[in-house]
């Protein structure tokens, strides 16, 4: 009830709704949206060797106008992430880059509340697979 009195004696206020448009935003840093990219991409990548470098990931994030042409569900940042991993070969290389993409771009509009509309994968290394029975040294 307005105006009630606690046991302390205070009177509390009553709680008033501040409208969206007037409330505060949060804002996710680039960094953090970088890891969550690299996390997504190790979530969806087999385990390499020891050697093999674990995927990194940069992002620039873009922060849209709030007169801009945004539907009232879009979100109000985008972020276009760059992926770099090692790969084992032979592998199908093609589907694990569009499998890393995918799962990238989901775990970051999910996580961060971002658009993605572009992940870039860059394939630094590949990793000859080792296989039980297969000849050490050079492959030809």
Partial sequence: MPGQAD??????RPLTVVPAAERGATRIADR??????????REVLPALPAEA?????TVVVRRHEKGSDRSAG???????VRVSLE???????????????????ERVEALAGMEVPE????????HLA???????????
Avoid: F, M, N, W
């Fill in 7 to 12: 046991r302390l004696g205070e009177t509390r």
């Fill in 32 to 41: 953090v949206v970088a890891k969550i990219a690299a996390q997504a991409a």
């Fill in 119 to 126: 992940v870039a994968v860059q394939v630094e290394r590949l």
């Fill in 87 to 105: 790969l084992d070969y032979p592998s199908d290389i093609g589907g694990r880059c569009g499998a890393v993409r995918r799962h990238v771009a």
């Fill in 130 to 140: 080792h296989t039980p029975g297969a000849a050490q040294g050079r492959t030809r």
């Fill in 74 to 80: 879009t979100p109000a940042e985008s972020a276009h």
């Fill in 53 to 57: 470098g674990a995927p990194h990931a």
